[in-house]
């Protein structure tokens, strides 16, 4: 009997849900865009009125969300991408299929990563135990927005749950790259080539090394010339000039042990080798 009673219960929650979504849709959107949005109750709220059958509310929620995101006449639906997904998310706070759509939204389809961040944040506060929106997030921030220094923040976050794949750590070693902090990127691509007993991912860390010894180098030999064409009117006629004249202790060579290229018509220096074809 009390078993009927929760089934009961249920559909009636479930038939007051869809009946108000039939009722708002009926409601013009150009009087008010995302109305079917508007008049869905908090995610605490329908939980509770769940009966403990949140997890398919959840379900039938993110079903009518893919719907909604994919009807392109409602102009204004990305100002609701946050509120919808926050209540699926309450709804079902380990469901985690609707934290990544909601994020790609908010990234391809609203142009809005700060939002996708929110979404993955969320994510992350409900599921600390999910490196992949940590990566994620790391990626928005270097594809999209350019922010290293954020990327650095997620991957490190991602590299700290337990089970997160290798190659996170390699996007934490180049976002610093990136962001033009060698020194860091040196050290950790030179931890990941001495601790892998990967020959493949030896490969790509020894190609990372060659990439930030040569940015390196080439910032040194670079201001090297600049001080010598200061200083003498002139660039010099080879790299061992930068030596002689005390500009530089001594010249490097790059990854390989091979000298840099040097141009002494125009002043221009090189690598040798490119990094990834070596």
């Not at 009390?2 to 979504?21: T, V």
Request: aromatic share 14%; proline share 5%.
């Amino acid at each position: 009997m009390k078993k009927s009673l929760l089934i009961i219960l249920l559909i009636l929650s479930c038939a007051l849900f869809m009946g108000l979504e039939i009722i708002t849709n009926k409601i013009p959107r150009s009087k008010i865009p995302g109305a079917s949005i508007i008049y869905i109750p908090s995610g605490k709220y329908l939980k509770h009125a769940t009966f403990g059958y949140s997890s398919l509310l959840a379900d039938l929620a993110y079903i009518w969300a893919i719907q909604y995101f994919s009807d392109y006449t409602i102009a204004e639906r990305y100002d609701n991408l946050d509120h919808i997904f926050s209540i699926i998310a309450e709804l079902d706070p380990r469901y985690l299929d609707p934290y990544e759509l909601g994020s790609i939204i908010a990234v391809y389809e609203a142009k809005d990563p700060y939002l996708a961040f929110k979404v993955l944040d969320r994510g992350l506060e409900k599921n600390p135990d999910q490196w992949i929106f940590p990566y994620q997030a790391g990626h928005v921030a270097t594809s999209t927005i350019k922010d290293y220094k954020l990327a650095q923040q997620y991957y490190k976050k991602a590299m700290e749950i337990e089970g997160a794949p290798p190659i996170v750590k390699r996007l934490y070693a180049d976002a610093f790259f990136k962001d033009s902090d060698y020194q860091t990127s040196w050290q950790n691509w030179l931890e990941i080539f001495q601790t892998t007993d990967d020959e493949r991912i030896k490969k790509i860390a020894s190609n990372h090394l060659y990439q930030v010894r040569s940015a390196l180098d080439l910032t040194q030999l670079k201001d090297a010339i600049e001080k010598f064409m200061q200083r003498y009117g002139q660039f010099p006629s080879n790299l061992d000039q930068l030596r002689s004249a005390g500009i530089l202790a001594s010249v490097p060579n790059d990854f390989d042990g091979n000298e840099y290229l040097y141009n002494p018509e125009t002043g221009q220096v090189e690598s040798p080798s490119t990094w990834w074809k070596r």
